[in-house]
């Protein structure tokens, strides 16, 4: 019975929150992107829930929200790790050994591109290009950028990620 009490208790922030967030845009259509940032910014990602009551708080059709949440990259419809690893994969960064740099950080964190670890601690992406690429190969952090850290810098990076 507590676990279905803390979920309800859980269930009802969620829905707060996209409230408070909805209302700090004045609920307009015209600003979704932003309050979809802004949610995700405070889950880590958009979870159904929260998109159902963004719907009914912007009094928009779901799908509406869907299509826009599916067509930019920066938003994710899954769970995701409280830290978030991107590796450039761009044509700076790949000439730069990108590749050898994702099988650094896939070794050290036990996951693929586009997995989560088990613990929820890390998620790790390839990106197409971070923007800064005279820095090639980079790998970001929770948006900290490093350029082509050595295998022991990754490690401590890491291992300092709550």
Known sequence: MSREVAMLGEQMALQ?????????????????????LEIQDELNWLPKEALLRLSAQLQIP????????????VFSLILRGRNLVKVCTGTACHVRKAPVMISRVT???????????SDL??????????????????????DEYYSNPTTSKLEKLFNECQ
């Not at 779901?62 to 990259?73: N, Q």
């Not at 070794?107 to 670890?117: F, V």
């Open 62 to 73: 779901l799908k509406r929200i869907y299509e826009v949440a599916t067509f930019y990259k």
């Open 107 to 117: 070794q050290l964190l036990g996951i693929n591109p586009g997995e989560t670890s």
């Open 121 to 142: 601690r890390f998620t790790l992406e390839t990106v197409g290009c971070l923007g800064c690429c005279a820095l090639g190969p980079v790998v970001a952090i929770n």
């Open 16 to 36: 707060e929150k996209v409230e408070e967030i909805c209302a700090k845009y004045n609920r307009k259509e015209s600003l979704l992107i932003q309050i979809l």
